[in-house]
């Protein structure tokens, strides 16, 4: 079946059995839609297009082409990963490119969420349209879109958070067969297809990636105190197997400044927001409880082994009031 929307009566995908239908019946579509053409996909390496990944190579093999971008707003060894795993692991046909710089030139003074938002979608529709150009013969954009994305951006709560707008002269056909499934879905449909618990399991990850956790214009400084609080806190929910039980955790760092004393001196640096979330479908979501010794020891090496932050502060607001991300 093609969805354009989720059907009021669509059984929660929360079995191997379903998944399974699912996945046939996606390859079924995706090789109808797709006939012989070829596709780029644009792969994160999150679990939404790692799964469109496994299920577009199931359907089609090698008339995917998947397109890793470096945004400069991955977590600390995440682009590496993606090469390892699906480049050489998973032998996908993979291109890496590395634009950092252009992303950041063009975020430079930038503090509108959701301008911030349309500029990275933006750059990374350009950025595989140039690709789509260079490659031949591409006709077909797939998407990890999925339904809490759609239904969020028709409520107007944000705009769509994958895709921008395609550049006038490519007319790419989108491929977006998770679409209408819930993250919890995803996870499970992933499960059947195969793919690694540390891929499948993974958090989630915005598009717009340690963009919309560097609050308001993004500097480099702030960038990488983002980047490196965030590995810190990963490694310490990894020690501690906390990475299995809470949903989602990162890292935030807003743009303002407090004083502080770090080796005897006065300090006038950022704080760093800790928000440590569990949910089922993103839609809502409680403060994930932690135990005290935990929480003082991930402040304590924050504030030491990070650069330009004297201060951690542990946001502990439910969704509703706060959404997971703070832009
Ligand atoms: P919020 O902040 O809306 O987040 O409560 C719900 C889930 O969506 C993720 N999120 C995004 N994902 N692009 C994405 O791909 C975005 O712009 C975006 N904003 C939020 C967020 O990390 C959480 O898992």
Redesign the pocket.
């Known amino acids: 079946m093609v969805y354009d929307r989720r059907p009021d009566d669509f059984k929660r995908i929360n079995t191997p059995e379903l998944a399974e239908a699912f996945i046939a019946d996606q390859i079924e579509e995706i090789k109808k839609q797709v006939g012989d053409k070829k596709v780029l996909l644009a792969l994160s390496g999150g679990v939404d297009s790692s799964v469109v990944a496994a299920l577009l190579i199931k359907a089609i093999g090698d008339q995917l082409t998947c397109v890793h971008v470096n945004h400069g707003l991955l977590r600390k060894g995440e682009p590496e990963q993606v090469i390892e795993v699906f480049g050489k692991e998973l032998g996908a046909n993979l291109i890496y490119i590395d634009a950092t710089d252009r992303f950041l030139d063009k975020l430079a003074g930038v503090s509108d969420p959701e301008k911030k ?1 349309m500029i990275i979608g933006g750059e990374f529709i350009e950025v595989f349209a140039e690709e789509a150009r260079k490659l031949e013969g591409v006709d077909f954009l797939a998407q990890g879109t999925i339904w ?2 759609i239904l ?1 951006s028709e409520d107007g ?2 705009s769509h ?2 895709a921008g707008g395609l550049p006038e002269d490519l007319k790419f056909e989108l491929v977006e067969p998770v679409k209408i499934l819930f993250k919890d879905e995803v996870r499970e449909v992933g499960k059947a297809l195969g793919l690694p618990d540390t891929m499948v399991y993974r958090q ?5 990636g340690l963009g ?1 956790r560097c609050l308001g214009a993004i500097t480099r400084d702030r960038l990488e105190a983002v980047r490196e609080s965030d590995a810190i806190l990963r490694e310490e929910f990894a020690k501690d197997g906390l990475d299995n039980d809470v949903w ?1 955790f990162f890292t935030v760092v807003p743009d303002f400044k407090s004083t502080g004393i770090k080796d005897g001196k006065r300090t006038f640096d950022w704080p760093c927001v800790i928000r440590a979330v569990n949910t089922i479908d ?1 839609i809502t ?1 409680e403060p994930a409880e932690l135990d005290w010794d935990f929480v003082q020891h991930v402040t304590e090496r924050i504030t030491h082994e990070v650069p330009g932050i004297n201060r951690v502060l542990w946001d502990v607001t439910p ?1 509703p009031t706060g ?3 703070w832009e």
């Open positions: 938002r809490p994305d969020e709560i944000k958070h994958n989630p990850f915005p598009g717009p919309v989602q993103a979501a969704k959404t997971i991300e």
